[in-house]
């Protein structure tokens, strides 16, 4: 079982930058996808990035060009750096892991972004 730690929100203003980490611990694949979905109110939990650990990136096209996704793979942390947020970018951040091949995958506690005036 992989336990992920998320941190980095809050509330920031409209065109503020964010930055949020998550943490993985525990048997960690070493293929594997780390990355970012979000949850706003009354919406479904889409993704908003992943990278895998080859480095391959993969992005939601409401957020390319605004947030970029990096990972650390000796530290077992992926990070999602947000810039130029807007109010509908406001919601819960979850993490998720997923190992590559297998059915082996986590979901983080979620965090939450505001984006406000």
């Known amino acids: 079982q992989v336990r992920l730690v998320e941190s980095g929100g809050g509330l920031v203003q409209p065109g503020g930058s964010l930055r949020l980490s998550c943490a993985a611990s525990g048997s960690i694949a070493s293929r594997n996808a780390m990355g970012w979905y979000r949850q706003g109110p009354g919406k479904e939990r889409d993704l908003v990035a992943t990278?895998?650990?080859?480095?391959?990136?993969n992005y939601a096209d409401a957020v390319k060009g605004r947030f970029t996704i990096s990972r650390d793979n000796a530290k077992n942390t992926v990070y999602l750096q947000m810039n130029s947020l807007k109010p509908e970018d406001t919601a819960v951040y979850y993490c998720k892991y997923q190992a590559l091949y297998v059915n082996d995958y986590s979901w983080g506690q979620g965090i939450q972004v505001t984006v406000s005036s």
């Open positions: 990278m895998f650990s080859y480095g391959v990136t």
